[in-house]
């Protein structure tokens, strides 16, 4: 072996060259990207990256047991259910429909709103996919996967929101309204947040400022982070339940879980006082606590029994 063999170069070169040999060989071990989903017999998915999974790469991956949710069990939200109902509707008929964006107070019912669409229209064709705000650099890939296929598909993006120096905003932004490649038509994003506006504004953009760092045109800035949300079609808003829309919504879940209703006025007004007692207990008045606490009352009576 020469001299030039056995320099400091040689020798780092030939170990990343076993390197790479090594990682492919590894790699093939590895489980390949699941198969294509078989719609027909798939009402829902989840856009996930698995660790272990070859390339690396998101897939669409069968959700076993979709939640399911009946909407006759919301309630409090009529004129909201409405609403998603009828763009839900038109667009699972094939006609023109909006991306929607239910926004308000949490524990309200909106990502239960949007369930509640999967089990009605299912056997109509329609199909829920989960999509992390982290993958939302996917939805390219996402879309592209969906085109040519006859069902009918809703993004779903769950307590959407993002930090000032945070990704993903813009391939929604394109993929709502501007790209130059034109959405398929069987595809809808609806997202849910707490916050109407979908990314934070602070105090010092309402002021002009000459630090030499601020923006000459601090409006522009403003309005850029306004218009994700104007991009949905059709905004949807929750508002903070009433007391009887608690006790109302308490109601229907006891029925979901098969409790009667007391039969002596004595009996109804302490499960009443029993159900405030919970939403103060937890310091919300909400669907979510009238669930949380049906769920605890129905457990209860049935160690009873």
């Not at 990502?111 to 993958?135: F, H, N, P, T």
């Not at 598909?153 to 394109?174: P, W």
């Not at 029993?274 to 049906?294: D, H, I, N, P, Y």
Request: glycine residues 6%; charged residues 25%; hydrophobic residues 40%.
């Amino acid at each position: 072996m020469n001299a030039k063999s056995t320099t400091p170069e040689t020798r780092w070169l030939t170990f990343l060259e076993r390197a790479e040999t090594a990682l492919t060989r590894a790699e093939l071990l590895l489980p390949e990207n699941p198969e294509p989903i078989n719609w027909l017999k798939t009402p829902a998915a989840r856009w996930e990256r698995r660790h272990g999974v070859r390339n690396g790469r998101g897939a669409l991956y069968p959700v076993a047991t979709p939640h399911a949710v009946s909407l006759d069990r919301l309630v409090g939200i009529d004129e909201q259910k409405a609403r998603i109902d009828q763009n839900t509707k038109q667009f699972v008929a094939g006609y023109p429909a909006n991306n929607v964006l239910l926004t308000g107070a949490p524990g309200t019912g909106k990502s239960s709103l949007v369930k509640a669409m999967l089990s009605r229209y299912g056997k109509r064709g329609l199909r829920l996919i989960e999509v992390d705000k982290s993958d939302l650099f996917d939805l390219p890939k996402i879309l592209e996967s969906l085109q040519g296929a006859t069902q009918r598909f809703i993004l779903f993006c769950d307590d959407l929101a993002f930090d000032v120096q945070e990704g993903g905003y813009r391939e929604l932004k394109a993929v709502l309204d501007g790209s130059i490649t034109a959405p398929p038509e069987n595809v809808l994003i609806y997202a849910t947040s707490n916050r109407r506006h979908l990314m934070p504004t602070f105090f010092h953009e309402n002021f002009s400022q000459n630090d030499g760092k601020s923006e000459i045109r601090p409006d522009e800035a403003k309005e850029e982070k306004t218009a994700l949300g104007e991009r949905f079609g059709l905004w949807i808003s929750f508002y903070p339940f009433s007391e009887d829309d608690y006790l109302a919504a308490v109601a229907g879940w006891l029925a979901h879980h098969k409790i009667a209703p007391p039969k002596t006025a004595v009996a109804r007004e302490a499960l009443r006082l029993e159900a405030l007692q919970w939403a103060r207990l937890r310091g919300s008045v909400s669907g979510r606590t009238a669930w949380q606490f049906a769920r605890h009352y129905a457990g209860y009576k049935a160690l009873q029994s």
